[in-house]
Structure formats: C-alpha cells, structure tokens
C-alpha cells in the first residue's frame, strides 16, 4: 500500500517555476521512490519472510534448499511467486498512477486557448469547464517561467522553449526506466541457490502499453503550447531592428554634411527626433508588460523592455550630444571671428596705405556684425533646445556663449577709437609724404644730369667692364625713382590731393636706354668671347651660344644705328658690331662638331678628311679649333657631323624604346576558382608592341643605320617573337577560357578522353607557363624565355584539335537526339557535364519540345510525366506501354524514349477523349480532359458531325446542326462565367476561339446553302479525324481540301489559340497546300499583321514543333545549316523570322540547303547527305519564312530561293472580329457590341489625339483592353457588360496619355 501510495514525479507546483527548479524537484520525487523501491522494499520484504519461516526448517518452505528442483515444487516457490506478482501489480500500479497523474497535469496546464494579438493584449481561455461558470475553481498559475531577453543584437527566448519539452519528456522517461529494473525477491530470499542473473520484476513497458500512449498525451500538450510562445515572439518583430541598430553609425548619420560643410539635418530635425525617442522609450514602458500569462508559460519581457527604453533614450542623449557639439563648434567660430575683427581694428598702422585699408574695413564691420548676431541668436536657438530636455553641459560652455554674446559692444566701442586714431595719423602721415616729395624732386634732377653727362663721360672699350657696373647701378637708380613715383601718386590719391606729374623722370628713363644697351651687350659679348675661347670644347653649348649672339647683334644694330653720328660711341657700337660678324661664320662648325652624336669614329674619320690630328679632350678648346682652319673642310666636316646626328637619333630611339618596355609588366591576374591565372589588359601592350615594330622596321631601312644594325636586328628579332607569342597566346588563353570549364566536368572527361587527355596536356603547360609570367611578369624578360614560343604553338594546335574533337562529339549526340540541335554548345554541354543528374536536363526542355516545361521524376528516377509551362500535368500513359520510363543509357538515348513516350501519350489522350466525347455531356467532358486534347477532340466531333448532317440531312441538316452548335458555344460561355480552375479556364477560353470560328463556319454554310460533304467550302476547312476507331489509339489525321497530314502528337501545353479570321483560313489553306507539294511557306506583310504567330497557330493546329528563329544579317550558312539539320532530323516546323535580313551571298547557300532538304522529301528518302553529313530526315518537317518588304536593310530573296516557297500576303487584321471572338471566350454575353465599341473608340484616339512614341493602338493595345475586360468579367460576372469594356478602355489607357490628351479622352 505505501508503494502505490507513493509517486515518481512531482506534480504538486503551487507556483511557477524555472527550468532548473522544475528539474530538481522532479529529480527529488524520482530519486525518493527509487530509493524506496531498490533500497528499503527490497530489504524489508525480505526480512519479514525469512523471519516468518526461519523456524520451519526442511518441507515445503525450506529456506535454505539448494536443489533447484526441489525448490521449484515446493511451496515456498508459489509463495515467493505470488509476492512477486503483487510487487509487480503494486510497481504497475504505482507506474501507472503516476504517469498518468503527470500526464494529466501536463495536459491541464496546457489546456487553454491562447489568443496573442499584441505584446500587450493577449487572452487565455482555459478550454476545461473546471475554470469556467459560477462555481469556477481558481485556475493554477502557470508552470514554467520564461525570459525574453536582449542577445546578440536580437530578441530571443533566455532558453528555448524546446529545453522545457525536453525537460518534461525526460522526467517521463526517466520516471519509466525507474521502474524497468527492480529485481525480483526470490533471489535474496532463496540465497542457497545458483543464480546466474539478477531476474527483474516485469512491471511497464517503454513501447507499448500505458507509457508511449501518455508520452504521446504530453508531447501534444506541450506541442499545443508551443504556438502562443512563437506568436508571442513575433510581437517584438517591430522591436527587432532597433534592437540591431549601431547606435554610433545612426547617431553619426544625423551629422552628416554636404561637400560645402552645412549639415543635412537642422536642429529643429534633431529636436523633432529626439522627441521621438523619448516618447518611444516611454511607449515600450508602457506598451511591454514586466509579465505575460501564455497558458502553461508566465513569460517576463522586463528586461527587453528595459533595454529598448535605455537605448532610445541613449539615442537621444547622443542626438543632444550632436547638437551641444554644433552650438559649441559655433560658438568658437563666432569667437574666432570677433578676435579677428578685434585684432584687425587694434593693429597699429604704419603708413597711409595701411590707415586707408583699416578705415575701408571699419565701413564693413557693421554688416559682419550683424551676420555675428545672427549666428548668435541660431546658437542661442539650439542652446535653448538643449535647455529644453534638461542637458547637462560643463560651466565653460555657458560662460562662452555669454562671452560671444558680449563680442559686438565690445568691437563697436573699439571701432570708435580706432576712427579717431586714424583721423589723427592721417594729418601726419601727409606732412611726412610732403617731405619726402621735396626730397625726391632733387633726387630726379640729379639722376637728369648723370643721364645727360653719360654719353661724355664714357667713350673707350678698354673701360667697359666698369662702365657695365655704372649702367646697372643707374637702372637700378630708376627702377627705384619709379617705385617711389607710383608710391607718391597712390598716396596723392589717398590724401585727396592733386596727383603730381613725374613724366620727367620716363624721359630720364628713355634717353638712358640707348647708353645702357650698347655698353651691357658690348660687356656681356666680350666676356663670353673671352668664355667661349678658353673653356673646353666639350662644355659649349651651341644652342645657347647661337642665341646669344643672336640678341647681341640685333642690339648692337640699333646701337650702330643710335650712335652714328655721335663720336667715340659709334666707333663702340661698329667696333662690337664687327667682333660679332667675325664671329659668327665660325657657329656652323661648332654647331656640328658639339653635336651630341659625335663618337671616336666620327672625329677619325674627320682627322682622315681635313688631314688634321683633332683630339677632343679637356685641353682641346675653340681657340685650338679655330687655330686648325677647319673652315677649308667646312662642308665635309658638317656632313660628317651631319651622319652622326643621324646616327644618335636612331641610338637615342634605340635607347627610348628599350627604357619603355623596361617598366611594361604583364597583368597576370586569377582565373576564377582554376588555381591558375590569365592575361588581362593586353591591348595597351600590343599598341606599344605594334608602334615599336614599325619604328624599328623603319630604322632597319634607314642609310644611317650601319653604326647599329645589329642591334637594330636584335631588337627587332625579339620585338617580333613577342608579337608572335602574344598573338599564339591570345588565341591559346581563348581556347583555353572556352575549355575548362568543360573539361573540368568528369562526364565530360569520361566520354571524351582523347580530347581530355590533349587538353590536359596543354592545361599542365598553361598552368606552368602562367605561373612563371605571374611570379616574373615582366614583359621582355618572360618573352625571352626558350621555347614559350613553342609551347603555345603546341597548345594551339593540341586545342584545336580539342575543340574539332568536342564538335565532333556534340555532333553525334545530336544525330542521337536531333532536337539537341536547337540547343547551343554551351547548352548541350551543360547537359553532357551532369549526366549522372538526369535533373539537370530540365532547364533545357522548352527548346527541345514545344511545351514540356517540367518532367516529373520519382524517387528511382522513373519518369512519370510531363508538366508544361502553365503547370498542367500529363502522366506517361498508353495502350501498349511495357516498361516503366527510366534515364538509362546516354542521355541522347533516353531523351529519344521521352520524346516517343509524348507523342504516344499525346495519341492515347486525344483517341481515348474522343471515344469519352459521346459518353458524358460536353460542359462535363471539357473538365475531364487536357487543354490540348479538348481541342483536337472537339474538331473532331465537330468534323464528323458536321459531316454527318451534310451526308444524311444536306441543307436541313446542316442547318439543324448548326442551331445545336449555337447552343452548345453558348453553354460553354455561361461555363466560363462560372467557378474554374485556372487551367479549365484557359482550356475553355481556347476552345471557345475555336468554337465561334466553327459557328461561324456553319452559319456561312448555310447562307450559301451548301448541301454536300464534297462542297470546297466545307473541304476547304481544316478537319480532324481519327484513322480508324476500332483500333487503339488510332492516329489523328489532319485534313484541309486534298492535303492530309498526321496529327504530330507533340504537347503543347494549355495554351491560347489565335482567332480564326478569313484571313487565317486563306493562309492555313496557301501553307497547308504548300506542306501538301513539299514546299515552305512564306508570308509577308508589314509588322503587327500575325504572320508569325500565324504559322506557329497552324503548327498548334497540327500539334507541331514549331522553333522560331529571328534573323539578323550577322548569320551565316553554317548557323543556318546546324538548324536545318534539326528541322528535316526531327521533323519540327522551322519559321524564320524576318527571313531578308540575311545577307544575299547567305541566302544564296541558304537556298541549295532548302533544296536539299525537300528533294529528299519528295524522293521519299529516310536519310539524305546535308553539308557531309549523313542525316536522317522525317517527311513531315517544313520551313517557313516571314517577311517584312520594303523596310531598310531587307534583301530581295534570289529566285532560286523564291521558287522553293508559296508566299501569301498578309494585311491588317480584323480587330472587331478578333474583339469580339475573344470576348466570348471570356463569357461576355454581347460581345459583338462591345468588340465594336473598343474598336471606334481606339480609332477616334488615334485620330483625335495627339501623336506620341508611346502611344499605341495596334493589335497589342487591342490585347492589353481585352485581357483587363476577361479579368473584369470574372470578378464582376453580373455587371454590365458595356461598364466593364469602358472601364478597361480607361484602365489600360488613361495612365499612358498625356494631361492635354485627358480631357478630350475623358
């Protein structure tokens, strides 16, 4: 009784606790019964019964028997058996009373219904009736406590609520396998016998029974208080990016500043955000409550509430921060400025210029003032905001301000002194300058006289070093006069005087001129013909030399000229004159003799000419040249000079280009993630390396290069190789960019390992010589290494080789697959490098089939189905499938079995939907069945009924016919107003395009009173119909007048069908006939008139293949003879679009490949040669072209090409008609009205309104109203129709017009 009194958990919580708190006292309970039940039971149970029976003895209850059976009969034996059993009954019941119990108080605490609307509003109704009504119990607190706390910048749980499910579940556990091990009495009592195991009470079990089904009761209780725990956490969402901002960047944000320095945010901006802060931080005090009850969780949010309130707050206090920092830096600006007025009016002045300059300043110190007490009052301003929220700021800061507003009286009083001063120093700074003008009167009329005496005083050469000096000294003495001229004016003008004419003291200058001219050149050319004679003949600089004396003759000319008359002075002037003239035939040889080309060869082979012994050294001056009387060997010698000027041109050019290339560093940069590297940047490199090359070439041709002819052949032999290993490595990096990635694949490597192998071999090279270039990228030198050359020529070739190998390759998996020729190489490549991922084919699929999107796969990789791209599905089922559809063998192979799965799958569908037609009524049979296959089976139906009623009625009949037809399209119009699917919808949108053309089919029948089958106006259409019924999944055929065709099978998906015009009938009728004579088709008209999208229609009609290819003169006959070998390999429809932008010479190659192609149709080949190659060719395939005559760029198609084409004209559409079909198949009940009002209504805009780029009323701007009118009618099915076309009219087109267009449209 004590044991089943007793508990294994604890469940007896007057208050909620923590995780740890809850595990120590179940830990407590646990460890207390355990203890009981292995330590104290146990023994006491054993000693009752070998007291009771110590005494008997041997018999049936012989506690000492040793025999086992013996023992196993005796009484004793039942005994001990029957206490087992009711310890094992009392462990059970025990077990099972408290797991229960536990269970049940995990389940009541969690039985409530948790509703989180907010952080702050959440409500708890508890779903036991227990806490509910009058005589409600009071409900428990909740269990567990829980923390939501700040961490890593986000807001998490302080433990994950997983650990208090863990920690509940284990307590179970733990209570569970407390119970599995308590061992049986029998062995401690019966101690005689041989025990080989410890045999153990047999009490719950871990797998069945009461534990795993009260395991399962609390883990869905704990599940259920799982949900209001996330909810509750999701509250804080709008917390969480604050939690996460930078405070510091954000603060800094708001003192960001423009490129002029004014801040971005005023202080007004800051005040407003401050506000802010503060009044969010008192929002989350408020809003976030310090507890919320959740049921089985009390969850305590105080500290994030806490920590979101100090960091708004913080973010304010840094955003007063910023503006104490701004009133502070313009305080200091303010004082810095008032110190530099201040200092500016209290500097003494110095002279008149700098009283004038203070007194104009003192006139503007009263504008910068008041700009200063503007700038106050602002500081004033942003102090006061920081007053507003009680900042505290040091005592420097106040006593600053009030400082700065002190300033202006302060300057305004010192400005009035200083105009005093000023007047004051004005009276005496004009006495001092009255003086001074007397003083400089008598200076002129010196310097007059020295002027005036010059020309008497100074009369020989032998004195003109001296004579020299005077002039400067008399320059100087004017130049000096001028100054103070200009000085003594500028002050006149101050002073308000008369301004005083010195006009004397330029004439001073000008009669001085001529003195000064003839005595400075006659100095400065006899010391530099003193100079020139003496110093070595290596220092000369003839250059300079030859300027010299240059300016010295032209002066001393004017000198001659001045002086002619006057005595002594002119025989000067002509003295020096003379000297000059001597001289001057002697500069064409020093000219060419200090040429810098001249070398040892040179001066020789001078020696030899002149028969003079010239040594050029430190001793050898111009007075020893002039000595040798060159001037007899004059021409000679300058011809000879002559070819070593042209000789260091080509040195120096030589020498120029070598230091180019010393600095030209290859830029050898990482190749993705190869490990290795390659060249970027090349092309300023191969400028240089071009210009160089002719600049060398041109050298090698010169006549004066014989001196460097070898090094010219050096250079220009290592200029060449570079250019040959740039150009042999550029093509190599190319090839091999191309390469890797696809020789990186191990598909790839596995099916091509000839080529892998050649590849790798040249990626060793690469990998080497690219590494080397790296670690020495320096041009020359990497260029002159041994066998590079080589090494890339090999690699060309080698990759070559490659690249012939690899289209060798995509060749044959093409021919396996022909619709791989729709594909790139690097497509089809990208599929060959993941072959053991049969999944990695699937983005290619919408340009190998015209409408499989997706292909299902199971886990095996069986292939189940096909998605198109509007997500209907198809399963891979028919008649005679054998074997499940799996990617084995080469994908070439296995994309083979799913494109022949599509097409009998596609045959099974439209034979069984025509054989369920007649089974179920047609609103019901349109739901049951693919897009695709509703199409072909209703133009059966519609074929053979219509058959029927002109075979067995005639007219009457097919006027019958033609009543129940109306009804029909008329149920399937309210069908689409009503509930669909997405997918049904679009099925029946197209159905109804083709539905209204048969109507109208049947209705212009019956006005011309067809009564036939045979009549061309019923053969003329293009019918449907099954081969032969009693076969299974018999073939379609497609019939129109005497061409018939077989029904392609290929999938198209669920999408829209184009209207059927008169016009699509005359084109349907030229392409089929055309088909019909094995010729292509070709319609043309202007853009926007369908001659695409009408062939891709009629391929729709056929279930077809139809790749449509946009042309551009860029095109040539190889790109063109790739697909044209997939049109005639796998028999799909070709329609190139905008045909004559191909070039003519193309379009003549283009012409004999079309040939080619229909001449093996006609001869009813199954395989044909196309460009060298054997390929196989479907009869079935076409090629189409689509023209746009007379635009620019357009080509006339030669006639070799014309005759293999049936064109057909094309002309502007009939938008009511395609209007008014559209509409019905949206569920319009009046479409014709409204079709009729579109249509005017776009007319008159376009005739009424402006004309604009973007306006737009063609057949796409017809779409855009139609498609918003179907949209319209699907939410509002019972409108009126006339509002909703209105209404789409505007929608579509108000937003795109102009204001001044608006109202005339309105």
């Known amino acids: 009784l004590k044991v089943q009194s007793m508990s294994l958990?604890?469940?007896?919580?007057?208050?909620?606790?923590?995780?740890?708190?809850?595990?120590?006292?179940?830990?407590?309970?646990?460890?207390?019964?355990?203890?009981?039940?292995?330590?104290?039971?146990?023994?006491?149970l054993k000693s009752g019964i070998r007291s009771n029976l110590k005494d008997i003895g041997k018999g049936w209850f012989n506690l000492q028997e040793k025999d086992e059976r013996v023992y196993a009969v005796s009484k004793l034996a039942r005994l001990l058996n029957k206490v087992k059993l009711m310890m094992q009954d009392s462990v059970v019941y025990l077990a099972e009373d408290s797991l229960s119990a536990y269970a049940s108080f995990i389940d009541a605490r969690t039985a409530f219904d948790v509703d989180v609307r907010s952080v702050n509003e959440v409500r708890v109704v508890p779903l036991s009736d227990a806490y509910l009504g009058p005589h409600a119990e009071a409900r428990p607190p909740p269990l567990f406590m829980l923390d939501v706390v700040v961490k890593d910048k986000d807001i998490v749980w302080r433990q994950q609520p997983s650990a208090f499910v863990d920690m509940v579940l284990s307590a179970f556990r733990r209570a569970v396998e407390a119970v599995l091990d308590i061992p049986q009495l029998e062995k401690f009592v019966m101690e005689g016998l041989f025990w080989s195991h410890t045999p153990m009470l047999v009490t719950v079990s871990k797998y069945e029974g009461v534990p795993p089904a009260k395991e399962a009761q609390i883990a869905a209780a704990l599940a259920r208080a799982q949900p209001p725990l996330d909810a509750y956490l999701a509250t804080f969402d709008r917390y969480r990016p604050f939690v996460a901002l930078e405070l510091p960047a954000s603060i800094a944000s708001w003192d960001k500043r423009s490129e002029e320095g004014v801040p971005e945010h005023s202080v007004a901006d800051i005040k407003a955000e401050v506000k802010r802060q503060y009044a969010a931080a008192d929002d989350v005090e408020n809003t976030v409550p310090a507890e919320t009850d959740l049921g089985l969780f009390i969850v305590s949010a105080s500290s994030v509430s806490q920590f979101i309130a100090e960091k708004h707050r913080e973010f304010a206090s840094g955003l007063l921060d910023l503006v104490a920092g701004r009133v502070r830096g313009t305080v200091t600006e303010l004082h810095d400025a008032f110190n530099k007025i201040f200092g500016a009016v209290t500097r003494k002045p110095r002279n008149i210029e700098e009283v004038s300059e203070l007194e104009d300043y003192m006139l503007k110190v009263p504008d910068e003032l008041e700009a200063l007490r503007t700038q106050i009052e602002t500081a004033q301003k942003d102090h006061a905001v920081l007053e507003e929220f009680a900042t505290a700021l040091p005592d420097s800061d106040f006593r600053f301000m009030w400082a700065a507003i002190a300033w202006p009286k302060k300057i305004e009083e010192r400005v009035g002194e200083v105009r005093a001063e000023c007047d004051e120093l004005r009276q005496t700074f004009q006495n001092a300058m009255m003086s001074d003008q007397d003083g400089f009167h008598k200076e002129l009329d010196q310097l007059d006289k020295l002027v005036n005496s010059f020309g008497t005083r100074h009369t020989s050469l032998e004195k003109v070093r001296e004579v020299a000096l005077e002039v400067q000294r008399l320059q100087e003495q004017v130049k000096a006069c001028e100054g103070k001229k200009a000085q003594f004016n500028s002050r006149e003008a101050i002073f308000g005087r008369p301004i005083t004419d010195y006009s004397h003291l330029a004439k001073i200058s000008k009669n001085f001129e001529p003195y000064a001219t003839l005595w400075l050149n006659a100095s400065a050319w006899l010391a530099w013909h003193q100079e020139w004679l003496t110093c070595p003949f290596t220092r000369l600089d003839p250059e300079r030399m030859r300027k010299d004396l240059e300016g010295a003759q032209k002066a001393i000319a004017k000198s001659v000229k001045h002086f002619q008359d006057t005595p002594h002075l002119g025989d000067v002037a002509r003295t020096i004159r003379d000297q000059l003239a001597d001289f001057m035939p002697h500069m064409p040889l020093v000219e060419a003799l200090r040429n810098p080309g001249m070398r040892?060869?040179?001066?020789?082979?001078?020696?030899?000419?002149?028969?003079?012994?010239?040594?050029?050294?430190?001793?050898?001056?111009?007075?020893?040249?002039?000595?040798?009387?060159?001037?007899?060997?004059?021409?000679?010698?300058?011809?000879?000079?002559?070819?070593?000027?042209?000789?260091?041109?080509?040195?120096?050019?030589?020498?120029?280009?070598?230091?180019?290339?010393?600095?030209?560093?290859?830029?050898?940069?990482?190749?993705?993630?190869?490990?290795?590297?390659?060249?970027?940047?090349?092309?300023?490199i191969q400028q240089q390396l071009d210009d160089h090359i002719v600049m060398t070439q041109t050298m090698a041709f010169s006549p004066y290069k014989a001196a460097h002819a070898q090094r010219i052949e050096e250079w220009e032999t290592k200029l060449k190789n570079m250019s040959d290993i740039f150009e042999e490595w550029i093509k190599v990096q190319r090839s091999w960019m191309y390469l890797e990635p696809i020789f990186s694949s191990d598909d790839i490597m596995r099916q091509l390992p000839a080529e892998g192998k050649r590849f790798e071999k040249v990626d060793v090279k690469w990998r080497r010589a690219l590494g080397e270039a790296h670690d020495r990228p320096h041009a020359i030198t990497f260029c002159a290494k041994r066998d590079l050359l080589d090494t890339f020529r090999e690699g060309n070739v080698l990759l070559d080789q490659v690249q012939k190998g690899l289209s060798d390759y995509l060749e044959t998996k093409r021919q396996g697959f022909s619709r791989f020729y729709f594909l790139s190489n690097d497509e089809l490549l990208e599929i060959l490098s993941q072959t053991k991922d049969p999944r990695a084919v699937q983005p290619h699929l919408p340009k190998c089939f015209e409408n499989i999107n997706i292909i299902e796969f199971k886990e095996d990789l069986e292939m189940v189905g096909m998605y198109s791209g509007e997500k209907e599905y198809i399963p891979f089922e028919y008649s005679d499938k054998k074997e499940p559809l799996y990617p084995t063998g080469n994908v070439e192979d296995w994309m083979t079995n799913v494109e022949r799965t599509m097409k009998a799958t596609i045959r099974h569908q439209v034979y069984a939907a025509a054989v369920d037609y007649k089974s179920r009524p047609r609103t019901e049979w349109v739901k049951q069945w693919p897009g695709q296959i509703i199409l072909a089976g209703a133009g059966i139906y519609w074929s053979d009924e219509t058959t029927a009623a002109l075979r067995d009625g005639g007219l009457a009949g097919l006027t019958q016919y033609a009543k129940k037809y109306h009804d029909a399209l008329m149920d399937l119009t309210a069908l689409v107003r009503g509930e669909l699917t997405k997918l049904q919808r679009m099925s029946l949108g197209a159905l109804i395009t083709l539905d209204v053309h048969a109507r109208d089919v049947l209705d212009s029948m019956v006005e011309q009173k067809v009564s036939s089958e045979h009549d061309f106006k019923w053969i003329s259409?293009?019918?449907?119909?099954?081969?032969?019924?009693?076969?299974?999944?018999?073939?379609?055929?497609?019939?129109?007048?005497?061409?018939?065709?077989?029904?392609?099978?290929?999938?198209?998906?669920?999408?829209?069908?184009?209207?059927?015009?008169?016009?699509?009938?005359?084109?349907?009728?030229?392409?089929?006939?055309?088909?019909?004579?094995?010729?292509?088709?070709?319609?043309?008209?202007?853009?926007?008139?369908?001659?695409?999208?009408?062939?891709?229609?009629?391929a729709k009609a056929l279930a077809k293949q139809c790749v449509v290819f946009n042309c551009s003169d860029g095109l040539d006959y190889l790109a063109m003879a790739k697909f044209f070998k997939g049109v005639a390999a796998s028999g799909a429809w070709a329609c190139f679009d905008e045909f004559n932008r191909i070039q003519l010479e193309v379009l003549s190659v283009v012409a004999q490949q079309v040939l080619s192609i229909q001449q093996a149709q006609n001869e009813g080949k199954r395989q044909f040669m196309f460009s060298g190659t054997n390929l196989p060719i479907k009869p079935n395939c076409g090629v189409f072209i689509t023209m746009n005559p007379g635009y620019a760029g357009r080509a006339e198609l030669p006639d070799?090409?014309?005759?293999?084409?049936?064109?057909?004209?094309?002309?502007?559409?009939?938008?009511?008609?395609?209007?008014?079909?559209?509409?019905?198949?949206?569920?319009?009940?009046?479409?014709?009205?409204?079709?009729?009002?579109?249509?005017?209504?776009?007319?008159?805009?376009?005739?009424?309104?402006?004309?604009?780029?973007?306006?737009?009323?063609?057949?796409?701007?017809?779409?855009?109203?139609?498609?918003?009118?179907?949209?319209?009618?699907?939410?509002?099915?019972?409108?009126?129709?006339?509002?909703?076309?209105?209404?789409?009219?505007?929608?579509?087109?108000?937003?795109?017009?102009?204001?001044?267009?608006?109202?005339?449209?309105e």
């Open 1021 to 1098: 259409q293009l019918r449907y119909a099954i081969d032969d019924w009693d076969v299974q999944d018999s073939k379609t055929l497609v019939i129109q007048v005497d061409s018939q065709f077989d029904y392609g099978n290929e999938y198209l998906g669920n999408t829209m069908r184009l209207v059927v015009t008169p016009l699509t009938d005359r084109i349907y009728l030229t392409l089929t006939g055309a088909l019909s004579m094995t010729l292509g088709g070709a319609p043309a008209g202007p853009a926007g008139t369908g001659k695409t999208e009408t062939t891709k229609d009629l």
């Open 9 to 44: 958990v604890n469940t007896a919580f007057q208050k909620s606790v923590r995780l740890e708190e809850f595990e120590t006292a179940q830990q407590q309970a646990l460890a207390a019964t355990s203890s009981h039940l292995k330590e104290a039971w146990l023994p006491s």
């Open 1200 to 1305: 070799n090409l014309k005759a293999l084409f049936r064109t057909c004209a094309m002309m502007v559409p009939s938008y009511a008609m395609i209007s008014e079909i559209s509409l019905y198949s949206y569920g319009f009940n009046d479409p014709r009205t409204c079709a009729n009002k579109l249509v005017g209504c776009l007319r008159l805009a376009s005739e009424q309104l402006s004309s604009q780029d973007h306006y737009d009323y063609g057949m796409r701007a017809v779409m855009a109203v139609l498609r918003a009118a179907g949209n319209l009618k699907r939410q509002f099915p019972d409108e009126d129709e006339n509002i909703l076309m209105l209404r789409s009219i505007i929608d579509v087109n108000l937003p795109k017009f102009l204001s001044h267009d608006i109202p005339l449209f």
């Open 600 to 684: 040892e060869r040179h001066w020789e082979k001078i020696n030899e000419v002149t028969g003079k012994k010239i040594e050029v050294d430190e001793h050898f001056t111009l007075t020893k040249m002039l000595g040798l009387e060159l001037e007899e060997h004059e021409e000679a010698v300058v011809k000879e000079c002559d070819v070593a000027g042209k000789e260091y041109q080509i040195e120096q050019t030589l020498d120029n280009m070598e230091a180019a290339w010393a600095d030209v560093d290859l830029e050898i940069v990482s190749y993705r993630e190869t490990g290795t590297y390659v060249m970027r940047g090349f092309d300023e």
